[in-house]
DNA sequence: TCTGGGGTCCTAGGACCC
DNA sequence: TCTGGGGTCCTAGGACCC
């Protein structure tokens, strides 16, 4: 006998756009787009026309004229998206959370206190529709993979039971593009081969999956369309790293531009990293050219960082390494810090003279004291005052696209 | 003309060590 | 002439996900 199908993978449906339709009844039924220039989320309504998260916002209107833009509420996805988790919480608490609107649970505990899967996933989804008025779809099966692809199918706001015993005939009517970790790239490889589901995937040799696709990804698709899933539900997975990026358009390579920009990133990634006491060794940058190629350079230090200005000048010194390796760009278009190898828990008050790493930068200084005084001050009126009411990198505000409330609801908790 | 932002994981090659 | 083998760490790039 199979194993009971107890994983569950909730996803709230099209979720920016339904809590704008939730706060503004006027909205509802119609196309809408979270966003403006870029659309960060779209409407069931505008999906339909071809509307996809990601677009800018003027090929949006030309493939649906009567598109709706709308400004976003971020605190309310923000309070929205955490209600609707800890909804599965008051089942489990075994509960993965993958980004604001989606987690995976594990119900195979509290069956007997709750009934089937499938019933504690009905009631999760009444309980999020009548309590915060949002449509959620949930899938349940055996593995992760195969309830993620359960959820994708009951999309819009349905419910997906994968039978233990119908597992692979499940798969295999469905298209590669639904499976975990087939991409744009991935797909268009398969399609080129005239593969389009998962069936036709299990199908094929392992000498040319691999070949196709190289020898890992051709094992790992192999094994997934065969419905072999090793991963396990991880209910309390810590972040591996920490950045922040930068749009610019385009602007030219100069100190003058790329010195407060980076001042700016490496505030917003120094700050959370202090907020958890989680100074990393290794330092990204990231330069994009006007090309939109990019060319990442990283360090790794013997001890971590988490100082605002030591991570800036970390990182100019990268991006200045960089451009000296291409002469010829003269213009970029995006700046990218991020902090990686992050400690568990740094004691900063303890390991304060050695945890600087300002030695990378000056033998001898101690400097960094100051300096991690001057952050830490600036935490705390941050604190009381909001981000907003002192800090650095004041100029690089100007040019931000995206705002800074959107970008928190994408950062993962450290 | 323009193309967001924050992440994870994997790979390949090289340095280095025992 | 040919020339260990395993392991770890690091860098750079790329695919993918939300």
Not at 97 to 126: M, Q, Y
Not at 329 to 339: D, F, G, N
Request: charge should be positive.
């Amino acid at each position: 006998m199979a194993a009971a199908a107890t994983i569950l993978h909730a996803d709230l449906d099209a979720f920016y756009a339904s809590v704008e339709q939730l706060l503004d009844p006027s909205l509802r039924g119609r196309p809408i787009a979270v966003g403006g220039g870029v659309v960060l989320a779209a409407s069931y309504e505008a999906k339909a026309f071809g509307v996809r998260g990601g677009m800018s916002g003027r090929d949006a209107r030309e493939l649906c004229p009567q598109l709706v833009f709308v400004g976003g509420h971020f605190r309310d996805y923000q309070r929205l998206g955490d209600a609707a988790i800890k909804v599965l919480g008051d089942f489990t608490p075994l509960v993965e959370r993958i980004s604001i609107d989606e987690a995976f649970a594990d119900v195979a505990g509290c069956t007997h206190l709750f009934g089937t899967p499938a019933d504690i996933a009905a009631t999760i989804r009444r309980r999020v529709r009548t309590e915060l008025g949002l449509p959620i779809s949930v899938g349940v099966a055996r593995t992760k993979h195969l309830a993620k692809i359960a959820s994708q199918v009951a999309k819009p706001d349905g419910l997906v039971v994968v039978d233990p015993d119908a597992e692979l005939s499940f798969l295999h009517e469905l298209p590669v593009e639904l499976m975990w970790g087939v991409g744009p790239l991935t797909r268009a490889r398969l399609d080129a081969i005239g593969v389009a589901t998962i069936g036709q995937l299990a199908k094929l040799s392992e000498r040319s999956l691999t070949r196709l696709l190289g020898p890992a990804a051709g094992e790992k698709l192999a094994a997934l369309a065969w419905n072999h899933d090793p991963r396990q539900l991880k209910p309390h997975r810590r972040a591996r790293s920490a950045g922040a990026q930068s749009a610019l358009g385009r602007k030219p390579a100069t100190m003058q531009v790329i010195r407060p920009t980076l001042l700016h990133l490496a505030d917003r990634v120094a700050t959370r990293l202090r907020a958890k006491s989680r100074p990393g060794r290794t330092v990204t940058v990231r330069v994009r050219f006007a090309d939109m190629k990019s060319v990442t350079r990283a360090i790794t230090l013997d001890a971590p960082v988490c100082t605002t200005v030591i991570l800036a000048r970390l990182a100019e010194n990268l991006v200045r390494a960089t451009l000296a390796d291409h002469p010829r760009e003269r213009i970029i278009s995006l700046l990218a810090i991020s902090v990686s190898h992050l400690e568990e828990h740094w004691d900063l008050a303890l390991e304060l003279p050695l945890g600087l790493a300002d030695d990378a930068l000056r033998p001898g200084s101690t400097a960094g004291i100051a300096r991690w005084a001057a952050d830490c001050a600036i935490d705390k009126i941050r604190d009381r005052f909001g981000w907003e009411a002192i800090g650095y990198g004041s100029v690089a505000l100007a040019v931000r696209s995206v705002p800074d409330a959107f970008r928190e609801l994408a950062e993962k908790e450290l």
